[in-house]
């Protein structure tokens, strides 16, 4: 996957939310992305962090709204090229081509807590199956997890007494992993293609 550039931020649409879903005020996503844009092209000081701890009102009633799944995922995928300039290295996975997850992308993700009252994921389990997706971008192979395994993936209740991880940033994350195993899958097979044709 090609790097993401303060173009491509600035030019990113997103759907409106479906009826009965009010999503994110599109005037704070976009002056947000504003700032994303900015600090990609070395004129704002935001860091990776601050995009995954951000939050959005809903828009007024009868007002523009952004679909908030697909807000998340795309900062999702801002705050991991993010990461990597602050690294000064851009992620690349086991094989070929560029990936916008890698193992120690995973490994280092750190959840919020889901607000007081509300009962988030088992942070054990979410993060058990973390480290299951980071050995399947690691090296591959039978025992993998599929794009149907993480799709299908259902975390329990935090244990009585604690909040757990906030299940919607957990749900976004878990929709970045599919796009990452759906961009490996597409490469094997480029380079399985291109191995065959060679022999």
């Given amino acids: 996957m090609s790097p993401v550039t303060p173009e491509d931020v600035s030019r990113i649409s997103f759907a409106t939310p479906p009826f009965g879903q009010r999503g994110y005020h599109a005037d704070e996503v976009d002056a947000f992305l504003d700032l994303v844009a900015a600090t990609m092209a070395g004129q704002g ?3 990776a962090d601050d995009l995954r701890h951000v939050a959005f009102a809903a ?3 009868g007002g523009r709204g952004y679909r908030a799944d697909q807000v998340d995922e795309y900062l999702d995928q801002v705050r991991v090229e993010l990461e990597a300039r602050q690294r000064g290295t851009r992620p690349t996975p086991a094989g070929n081509g560029h990936s916008i997850l890698t193992p120690d992308d995973v490994q280092r993700m750190r959840f919020t807590y889901a607000p007081v009252g509300r009962r988030g994921y088992h942070e054990d389990e979410v993060d058990a199956f973390l480290d299951l997706v980071a050995a399947t971008l690691a090296h591959g192979g039978p025992g993998s997890l599929t794009v149907a395994d993480v799709r299908s993936v259902r975390f329990s209740g935090a244990r009585l007494g604690t909040r757990g991880y906030q299940g919607d940033e957990v749900d976004a994350f878990m929709d970045l992993v599919v796009t990452a195993l759906q ?7 480029r380079w ?8």
């Avoid at 961009?183 to 097979?189: I, S």
Wanted: net charge negative.
């Fill in 45 to 47: 000081a935001l860091a």
């Fill in 192 to 199: 399985t293609l291109h191995r065959d044709v060679g022999e």
């Fill in 59 to 61: 828009p007024r009633p």
């Fill in 183 to 189: 961009h490996a899958e597409h490469q094997h097979h």
